[in-house]
């Protein structure tokens, strides 16, 4: 059983920032990737950004240049800076996790999403 806790969501004027975090703790034996989704209202949930154990990241083209992602191994932990944020930002944003138990299931878990809001 692994669980995603995420936090660092709210509300933030057009052209501010904000960084998300997302803890995992349970049952990890190895993290394949962590990363990010998001889902505006009367859309579908659509990825945002992804990090490998490896370290290597891919983005989607609506935020390349504006989000990073960024992981802290020892602390199973992912996070997004998001920056020069537009009102279109605005979602619910559920962190993933794809991992392996130790007899070779793969799995991914989500968070319960964080509320992001862009708006003067």
């Known amino acids: 059983q692994v669980q995603l806790v995420e936090s660092g969501g709210g509300l933030v004027q057009p052209g501010g920032s904000l960084r998300l975090s997302c803890a995992a703790s349970g049952s990890i034996f190895r993290i394949n990737a962590m990363g990010w989704y998001r889902q505006a209202p009367g859309k579908e949930r659509e990825l945002v950004a992804t990090i490998t154990s490896g370290g290597s990241t891919n983005y989607a083209d609506a935020v390349k240049g504006r989000f990073t992602i960024s992981k802290d191994n020892a602390k199973n932990t992912v996070y997004l800076q998001m920056s020069s944020l537009k009102p279109e930002d605005t979602a619910v944003y559920y962190c993933?996790?794809?991992?392996?138990?130790?007899?070779?299931?793969?799995?991914?878990?989500w968070g319960q999403g964080t509320q992001v809001t862009v708006s003067s």
């Open positions: 993933y996790l794809d991992g392996a138990t130790a007899s070779g299931m793969y799995f991914r878990s």
